[in-house]
Structure formats: C-alpha cells, structure tokens
C-alpha cells in the first residue's frame, strides 16, 4: 500500500521528534559524564596537592591562595534538608569562575542584605564538606527562631533569612574562605572532633576531608545532639564508620524518643564526658577540636584539662559570643586579670565608657554607652567590628579567626589594656 503525503509527512515529524530527543538524551548523558569526571578530576587534583597529609606549607599556601578581595557573587545552586530546622545551601559562583580550595574546618562570611534591616546583615557559616570542589561550597545551617516563650523576641536574623528567603537561584555575596580553626594536617596523633547540635558542620569538613584524602590517621568523631529529629546526614556518618576503618562515629543522644533506636540510631544516651572519652580514646595523645553550644565546649574544655590532655591539643570554635563567667582559657596577650576600671573614649561621638569586667569586651562597653559600632559575627571572625584605635592598646580575650587591619582592634574579642580612644 502506498502511503498518502499526510502520513509520510507524521512519519517525518515522528523521526524527527525520536532523533531531537536521542540527541537531548545522548548530551545529557556526555553532560553527566562531564559532571563526573569533573568531580573525579576535582578529587584526583586534590588527592594529588595534599597526598596522605598536608605539609604546614601547604597549608599555608592553600589559606594564602584563598583570597579574593571583599565580597563575591554566589548563586543558591541547591537545598537540601538535613534535619528538622537545619538545611545544606550549595553556593556557586555567580561569575562562573572556579573557587579557591580552604582548609576543612575554615568558614565563609556572608553580606545580607534583609528586608526590614537598616545595615546589611554580616554573618558567619562554616563550609561543611571536604574542599573537592572546584565550583562549588556547602554550608549547613540552623534556623533559630527566638527562645521558646519568650514574648516580642524576634528570629534570628540571618539563618530565617537562609531558611525563609534564599530560594535556588537567589543571589548573596560572600568573603573568601577564611578562619584559623582547621584541622592540621601534619600530625600524625589520632584526631577527635567533638560536635554539639549545628557545631558538626565544621567536623563534618575535617573527617570528609580525611576520607576522601584517603589518609590512614584514626578519627574519632563524637556527635551530640538531642535525638533522631536534630539528628543531622545519619546515613552519610554512618558510610564514613562503615568505608573507613581508622573512622569511628560516635553519637549521643540527650534526650531520645520513642522513635530512637540505641544501636541504630545511636551509640550512647547522655552528653559527652570524660568517662566516656576515657572509656573509648587510646589515650592522652591525640588532636581534639571541639565545637558546640558554650557551655557543653566549656564543660569539655575542663573534662580534657582534669584527664591530662596537653593545652596545645584542644582546639576550639564558638559559633557566637560565649556567655558566663568561666571563659574556656586566659585572655591571649598577657596574664592580666585585673578588672580596674579603665576609660574608654570614643572620640567621633563624644562618649565614654567604663570597662570592669573580664567578661565585657570593648563592644559591650560601646553599646552600653550608647555608641552603635558595626558588628557581625561577635566572635572575632568576619573583620566587622574592626575600630581604629586613636590612643591606648587592647588584648584579646581569645585569639581571633581574622587578622585586624594595622592600627585598629575587633571590638567583639578586644579588653582594653589600658586607658583607650577609639575613632568611633
Ligand atoms: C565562625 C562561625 C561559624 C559558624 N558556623 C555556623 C554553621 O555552620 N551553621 C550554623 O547554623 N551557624 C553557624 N554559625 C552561627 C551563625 O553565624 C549565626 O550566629 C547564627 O545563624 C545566628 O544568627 P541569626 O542572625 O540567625 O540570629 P541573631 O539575629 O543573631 O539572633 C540570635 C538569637 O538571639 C535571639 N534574639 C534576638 N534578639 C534578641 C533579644 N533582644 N533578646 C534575646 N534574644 C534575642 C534570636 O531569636 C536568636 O535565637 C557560625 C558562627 C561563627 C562565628
Ligand atoms: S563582629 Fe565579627 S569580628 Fe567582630
């Protein structure tokens, strides 16, 4: 039978339509393939720079080649819900260029600029998976609402922003890679990181780090949070314990529900205390970087200080100002702990203030008076509060994540040494 012009003419748009989407099909699988080998290649090169350890150079290098200066676009490129009221943003640049490697545990600063606040919003959020990207960074996030009953107390500002309005493809802008709590990766000694609640995310970048790296040194990774809900990538920590015999994941949870299963979900119920890292750790001698709620760090901090661990292995981060009377160490600077009042000027607005405590630093005393500095991430780390200093000299209560530019103090971290004027 011979076909009519109307069915050779289906026949043809037919064929056409099958060959359009072979070659659709055929380019996403080249894409894909493209995609892999990228991320393969993106993990030999870096197999490659760092081998099984980083040498101290390296890793200086790497931190230096870090930067780029101020802020730079990125793109919400994807979300993704790790647990109840915590969410990963995957960041990519918006000029489309690669991004600079940093060290697992280092954190980006981001510029907010939020409906409703008069000054963009400055805030820090550690990176928290290993640097094998080459166009990619991953931050996870916590939504803090305002305390439970607290009455006419707002969310926090900068994770609802996260969480409520930074859809993929929204637009922020953000520091380079930055920070002085990374894993260092020239020793040897078993490593331990200690999370509490959100303080995984930098832990998470250390121990991916080690995996991927492929490096030998034992880790162990203690996990606190409060039960299966707060519980955050279960089956990722569970792939790293079961792929990497030197890894061990340990995880605690306070307060378990019904749901909870011991042996399943989780491997102890309580906090993390000495008993328990006497119970499971080879000894003394290992590296141990803490990061959590302050008075779980500080708590830590005195358990490891009571067993014998040595001042120069515990390192610690804080995800914001600590609070109370007992600071996890001596002000860095000098030994002083006198709390003398001393006069603090600021010059522009004809104010003055009185510093009398160890606990007040020289942001405290501004605000007291009345005097409105800039400040972001209150814990020495994003370079905001950064204050020219007209007269006097400062010390800090830790030492902080960045490096003041020359003549002026981080308010957030600085106790004045003696009698100050500041240009504010
Ligand atoms: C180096 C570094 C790394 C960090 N990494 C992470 C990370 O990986 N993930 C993460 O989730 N966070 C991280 N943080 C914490 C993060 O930077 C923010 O501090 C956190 O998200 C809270 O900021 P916010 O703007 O949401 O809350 P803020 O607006 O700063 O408010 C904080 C809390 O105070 C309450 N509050 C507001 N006003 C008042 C008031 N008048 N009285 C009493 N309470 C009030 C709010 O309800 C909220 O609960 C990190 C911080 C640092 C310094
Ligand atoms: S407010 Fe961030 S360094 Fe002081």
């Known amino acids: 039978m011979i076909p009519t ?41 870096f197999r490659e720079a760092t081998g099984d350890l980083l040498t101290q150079a390296q890793s200086a290098n790497i931190a230096e080649a870090n930067s780029w200066g101020g802020f730079r676009k990125f793109y919400i490129h994807r979300r993704v819900d790790e647990a109840d009221g915590i969410t990963s943003f995957y960041l990519r640049p918006y000029d489309g260029k690669p991004v600079p490697r940093y060290l697992p545990g280092q ?67 953000v520091k380079a890679p930055g920070g002085n709590f990374y894993l260092d990766m020239t020793d040897r000694r078993p490593v331990v990181l200690i999370a509490g609640g959100i303080g995984l995310t930098p832990m998470l970048s250390m121990a991916n780090t080690i995996a991927y790296t492929k490096s030998k040194r034992e880790v162990w990774l203690f996990y606190a949070v409060m039960n299966k809900q707060q519980h955050v990538m279960p089956s990722h920590l569970k792939r790293l314990a079961r792929d990497h015999p030197n890894i061990n994941v340990v995880i605690c949870y306070a307060e378990p ?28 001698d290992c590296q141990f970087y803490l990061c959590g709620p302050p008075p779980m760090q500080d708590a830590i901090i005195g358990d490891l200080r009571d067993w014998g661990v040595a001042e120069k292995d515990i390192k610690w981060e804080s995800f914001g100002k600590r609070k109370g009377k ?24 004809g104010k003055v203030g009185k510093w009398s405590s160890e606990e007040e630093t020289v942001l405290d005393v501004a605000e007291a008076a009345g005097v409105a500095l800039d400040s972001g991430c ?8 950064a204050t020219a200093i007209k007269q006097g000299a400062v010390r800090y ?24 004027v500041l240009d504010a």
Not at 20 to 29: D, K, N, T, V
Not at 122 to 136: F, K, T, V
Not at 340 to 347: L, Y
Not at 378 to 385: F, I, V
């Open 5 to 45: 012009v109307a069915e050779i003419a289906a026949l043809l748009v037919a064929t056409g339509v099958l060959f359009q989407a072979g070659r659709g099909l055929l380019a996403s699988l080249r894409h894909r393939k493209m995609v892999v080998r990228d991320e393969m290649s993106a993990l030999a090169s």
């Open 107 to 173: 954190h980006l600063t981001f510029r907010l600029q939020i409906p409703g606040q008069s000054k963009p919003v400055i805030r820090c959020y550690s990176l928290s998976d290993a640097p094998i990207h080459e166009n990619q960074y991953r931050v996870s996030i916590k939504r803090l609402g305002a305390p439970p009953g607290s009455e006419g107390i707002p969310d926090g500002v900068g994770s609802c922003f996260f969480h409520d309005m930074l859809e993929v493809d929204r637009i922020v802008d």
């Open 257 to 284: 529900t019904r749901e909870c299963v011991k042996g399943r979900d989780f491997h102890y119920r309580g906090r993390i205390n000495r008993r328990l890292l006497e119970g499971l750790l080879p000894s003394t």
């Open 326 to 349: 007992k600071r996890a160490s001596p002000a860095v600077g000098d030994n002083v702990r006198t709390v003398e009042p001393i006069e603090i000027v600021f010059a522009r607005s």
């Open 378 to 385: 209150r814990a020495g780390q994003c370079g905001t509060c």
């Open 397 to 420: 209560l830790e030492e902080p994540g960045t490096q003041p530019p020359p003549g002026t103090c981080l308010t957030c971290m600085a106790i004045p040494k003696e009698g100050l």
